[in-house]
């Protein structure tokens, strides 16, 4: 991949994409006492509203509290399907950002999603640092192809690690052999807190030495001081082995959002495994 013929953007914490249709005086702005600053013409704009945290980084979890609870909003724009009747799917991706930075109006609702054309390793390293989901790959002379997907956008994700320790399994869903997923922990205090499940990263193989050896640690009851999800259909074990977890971000609630497995860590006692703290990067 040669940055030069790559377009690249930050993605934003999980969103709700949408395409909105935009006419001279957007929904979103209607209300602004300059008339300048309304979308200029008829436009199809694809983009994603997002919610803005206090980091000034997008969170999911903002947006999906946002009816219930105050929050930052703001759409995002990175593409124009249709201006004034024009449709302009046909044309490079540098075009159409050109023609869409064009009409977007300055206004704290609507915001432009700025590419770069090189540095894309430098660029991914900084999306990690900023804890954004990660970066959009596009080739800069792609089409835009309504509701297919192709190679010529690419969702390069960053990712955090954990290690955590094994408390319980619960039982397997449909084809699935062995277990669904495995229920996490963390060491803290004197006891142990519950981090949610990891139901991903698994091959057949791993589902049965996982199994195996989690079998022989079984508990008659769940370590934990309260009750946590799925416990009806959940085998206990002792809190023993430890597996390194990647994952997007932790939620408000202090559980991982998109775990996957990665492996066992037979260099790591369980009641060493605390949280890990970030350390900025220098």
Do not use: C
Not at 142 to 160: F, H, M, V
Not at 236 to 253: C, D, G, I, M, R
């Amino acid at each position: 991949m040669t940055d030069s013929a790559w377009s690249l953007e930050s993605t934003v914490a999980r969103s709700l994409s949408t395409a909105a249709t935009a006419r001279s005086s957007a929904t979103a702005i209607s209300k602004s006492p300059r008339r300048s600053e309304g979308i200029k013409g008829d436009a199809i704009i694809d983009g994603e509203l997002v919610a803005i945290g206090k980091d000034s980084v997008s969170h999911f979890q903002l947006l999906q509290n946002a009816l219930r609870h105050e929050a930052k909003l703001q759409y995002v724009a990175f593409d124009l399907m249709f201006q004034d009747g024009e449709d302009l799917r046909g044309l490079p991706l540098t075009e159409r950002k050109k023609r869409l930075k064009a009409i977007l109006p300055k206004h704290k609702l609507i915001g432009f999603s700025r590419d770069r054309k090189t540095f894309g390793v430098k660029f991914s390293e900084e999306a990690e640092r900023k804890g954004l989901e990660g970066i959009m790959a596009k080739r800069a002379d792609s089409k835009y192809l309504s509701g297919a997907r192709t190679d010529d956008w690419l969702k390069i994700k960053t990712s955090k690690r954990q290690e955590v320790v094994i408390a319980g399994f619960t039982a397997p869903r449909r084809t699935r052999p062995f277990f669904g997923a495995l229920t996490l922990a963390l060491r803290e205090g004197n006891g142990w807190r519950s981090i949610g499940h990891v139901g991903a990263g698994f091959s057949r193989e791993t589902l049965g030495e996982l199994h195996e050896k989690l079998i022989k640690l079984k508990a008659a009851k769940s370590f934990f001081g309260k009750k946590v999800k799925d416990e009806a259909v959940t085998t206990w074990v002792k809190p023993q082995l430890v597996a390194e977890v990647k994952f997007t971000e932790w939620t408000s609630s202090g559980e991982m959002r998109h775990p996957v497995y990665l492996a066992l860590r037979k260099d790591k006692q369980a009641k060493n495994v605390v949280m890990e703290r970030e350390k900025p990067r220098g």
